[in-house]
């Protein structure tokens, strides 16, 4: 499986942004797809997750309210929709792929990771 992510960019505080990631590859046996942010100097942490199939999501407790995970089965692409941004939400953010049913809080759970994309969001 191949994960393309796009979508970052600058924004003032209390704008928004929505992040896409396209999932490719045969077969595309896919549980969970999720959305990981990392600021230089930190570890990646858990932004949003969603299940394949269901769609139940999953939200870090800083972003709820405000960051929208969803998925479009029949193009393979999952989004992340943010709003209200804040400074401390900068960082790069990726989309990565769970084939399995880990949990959805570690990276470790999750075997594809497309390349990052930068949000930065200026004061």
């Known amino acids: 499986v191949q994960l393309q992510a796009c979508g970052g960019g600058l924004v003032q505080t209390g704008g928004s942004l929505r992040l896409s990631c396209a999932a490719s590859?045969?077969?595309?046996?896919?549980?969970?797809m999720g959305w990981f942010s990392q600021a230089p100097g930190k570890q990646r942490d858990i932004v949003a997750a969603i299940n394949w199939s269901g769609g139940s999501t999953y939200y870090a407790d800083s972003v709820k309210g405000r960051f929208t995970i969803s998925r479009d089965n029949a193009k393979k692409t999952v989004y992340l929709q943010m709003n209200s941004l804040k400074p401390e939400d900068t960082a790069v953010y990726y989309c990565a792929a769970d084939p399995n049913s880990g949990s959805y809080y570690y990276t470790s759970s999750y075997n594809f990771w497309g390349q990052g994309t930068l949000v930065t969001v200026s004061s």
């Open positions: 590859g045969r077969p595309f046996t896919i549980n969970r």
